[in-house]
């Protein structure tokens, strides 16, 4: 039947709000609770000799995809090739025999994705297809899907998708890491156990809307917004500064904090606020580093952090919020909430159409 908005204003703040169930359900799906392994179904590919992954999608499933890339090659050490679908699909890159193709869809219906599928599946590649709708397009072509357990999203600009999308990315990494020994059973049970710590830290994260709303109201006075991270936290960034361009109109642009000197510090000054994901982590100093060439140059700085990373933030930045302290494996998720809530609470203050943004479509099926 139709979906209600269960006394939320709108479908975007009823599925930020389902973000820890979502993380958990998904989380059911891929992990045997008494063995605290991550079970994946039948494999197109040997995971232990696969030569190479091609990552392929659109939006938010990209960014997702882009998280999924810091991962494969970290903790998996698989090489990875990425590129939105509208682009993999024309520039004839050439594959790797034998690599896996990866899609990630929150509809399984995108047509640009549809199409840089079957062409990956029309160079040979197996395809393992990331899809909330698994009674979809792609999943009929799929050698093999991961499902994405977040309900129907009803909301245009995706939320609770893009993290059970990266909820399966992290999942899909223990497993092929396992498969490939860089990862011991030590190691799994680390991991598995960051992920596990997920929904009730994803639930913390709500506690902060206050200081989040505070911080909205200096995002929505701006007319341009820059958002930075490094590692894990780049595609962060990014996705926070789609979610403010979808939904609030207003440009915002993502940037790896190491390459701000190349560029955008030209743009900093006191009307160019500064969205920076700085969890702590082995990236921390160098981000906070960065983050003070900024606020040097006049630029006023808005930090989500966590509890380890707080009193070195709150020291250079205008306003901090200070996530809850996860695995550093699983902070992408939680700075994601963080940000998603940001551009949700500016949109409200916008007066904007939150769920049905100009121009936007839930499900782009035209090329
Ligand atoms: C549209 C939506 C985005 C979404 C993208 C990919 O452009 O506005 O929010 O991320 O499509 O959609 P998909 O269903 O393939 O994940």
New binding site residues.
């Given amino acids: 039947g139709a979906v209600g908005k269960d006394g939320y204003r709108h479908y975007m703040e009823k599925e930020l709000h389902e973000h820890p169930l979502v993380i958990g359900q998904t989380l059911q799906r891929m992990i045997d609770p008494a063995t605290r392994k991550v079970v994946l179904p039948d494999m197109p590919v040997d995971l232990a000799t696969v030569p190479r992954a091609a990552i392929t ?7 997702a995809g882009v998280v999924g890339r810091y991962w494969l090659e970290e903790i998996a050490r698989l090489p990875v090739d990425i590129d939105v ?1 509208s682009e993999m699909r024309y520039r004839n890159p050439p594959l790797t025999p034998g690599s896996l193709g990866i899609l ?7 047509a ?2 549809l199409a840089a599928m079957r062409s990956l599946k029309q160079a040979g590649l197996p395809i393992l297809s990331i899809l ?2 698994e009674h979809s397009s ?1 999943a009929r072509e799929s050698d093999v899907v991961l499902g994405t357990v977040a309900g129907p999203e009803i909301s ?3 939320t609770k ?2 993290t059970a ?1 990266l909820t399966v990315l992290a999942c899909l990494t223990i497993a092929i890491a396992r498969a490939r020994g860089t990862l011991d059973a030590l190691g799994e049970e680390e991991l598995v156990t960051a992920l596990l710590d997920l929904p009730s830290k994803a639930a913390e994260v709500f506690t902060h809307g206050d200081a989040i709303r505070k911080m909205a109201t200096i995002v929505a006075e701006a007319r341009d917004v820059l958002y930075l991270g490094r590692g894990s936290g780049y595609p962060v960034a990014m996705e926070g500064a ?1 979610k403010l361009k ?1 939904i609030s109109y207003i440009h915002a642009e993502a940037y790896a904090a190491g390459e701000m000197k190349h560029g955008p510090i030209s743009l900093i000054d006191r009307t160019v606020p500064i969205v920076a994901t700085v969890p702590s982590g082995v990236l921390f100093d160098k981000t906070l580093s960065n983050l003070q060439e900024a606020r040097a140059r006049g630029g006023r700085l808005l930090a989500f952090t966590d509890d380890e990373g707080a009193e070195r933030v709150s020291a250079i930045a205008e306003q901090t919020i200070v996530l809850p302290k996860v695995h550093p494996f699983v902070t992408p998720l939680i700075q994601t909430i963080g940000v998603q809530i940001l551009a949700y609470e500016t949109a409200l203050l916008k007066g904007t159409d939150v769920d049905q ?1 100009r121009n ?5 099926t035209v090329e």
Avoid: R
């Avoid at 936007?360 to 782009?364: D, I, Q, W």
């Fill in positions: 999608a659109c939006g938010s499933a990209f960014y679908a990630i869809s929150q509809s399984g219906e995108t640009d994705t909330n709708a792609m245009v600009a995706s998708a893009f999308q789609l979808e943004p936007l479509a839930k499900s782009v």
